[in-house]
T-cell receptor, first 111, second 112 residues
Framework: NAGVMQNPRHLVRRRGQEARLRCSPM?????VYWYRQLPEEGLKFMVY????????ESGMPKERFSAEFPKEGPSILRIQQVVRGDSAAYFC?????????FGPGTRLTVT | GENVEQHPSTLSVQEGDSAVIKCTYS??????FPWYKQELGKRPQLIID?????GEKKDQRIAVTLNKTAKHFSLHITETQPEDSAVYFC???????????FGKGTMLLVSP
């Protein structure tokens, strides 16, 4: 039973470029959550999605950030016009009930 | 919204000692409290969780206690081993597909 998959594992972008992060939930899970972790800090909630629906995006910056979870394919977190402050580890988690299981993360570096 | 405080931020123990990490939460509606272990450069891993209908849960060397009245919960690790060294995060949410609010983490170092 494959766990939560994320790719790429590492992503380097120059300021102003777009970053696209992908997350495939565990088999049988229909709920996806995205979290951001800054160096030596905790995990901050960004957005919660079900298939084709955004349930809660209260943790996501209003500008430059968007997320989707289409009927087919992985969930995608998109960051447009990246800035140095976007450098962080981005984790997604999936759940079927209460328990959330995390993917390995995407480490974004903005140069 | 929910706010979770976690203490201590760092904890050093000798191998074989016990370690206790404490968290408090603010929203009395929260009823699901998981604990995650994160090794350097790795994903957070769910190690134990507790729901508000019980006061204590144990799994081998790990136990979690919950005091709903005081709104705090704790992680207890007995007979610590060097491989227990990691950052531990507590979290709180309302059960049934709800987002997690995390504490800031405790770096546990177990010395041989």
């Amino acid at each position: 039973n494959a766990g939560v998959m994320q790719n790429p594992r590492h992503l380097v972008r120059r300021r102003g470029q777009e970053a696209r992060l992908r997350c495939s939930p565990m088999k049988g899970h229909s709920h996806v959550y995205w979290y951001r972790q800054l160096p030596e800090e905790g995990l901050k909630f960004m957005v919660y999605l079900q298939k084709e629906n955004i349930i809660d995006e209260s943790g996501m910056p209003k500008e430059r950030f968007s997320a989707e979870f289409p009927k087919e394919g992985p969930s995608i977190l998109r960051i447009q016009q990246v800035v140095r402050g976007d450098s962080a580890a981005y984790f997604c988690a999936s759940s079927q009930e209460d328990e959330q299981y995390f993917g390995p993360g995407t480490r974004l570096t903005v140069t | 919204g929910e706010n979770v405080e976690q203490h201590p931020s760092t904890l050093s123990v000798q191998e074989g000692d016990s370690a206790v990490i404490k968290c408090t939460y603010s929203d009395s509606a929260s009823n699901y409290f998981p604990w995650y272990k994160q090794e350097l450069g790795k994903r957070p891993q769910l190690i134990i969780d507790i729901r508000s209908n019980v006061g204590e849960k144990k799994d081998q060397r790990i136990a979690v206690t919950l005091n709903k009245t005081a709104k705090h919960f704790s992680l207890h690790i007995t007979e610590t081993q060097p491989e227990d060294s990691a950052v531990y995060f507590c979290a709180a949410s309302m059960s049934g597909y709800s987002t997690l609010t995390f504490g800031k983490g405790t770096m546990l170092l177990v010395s041989p």
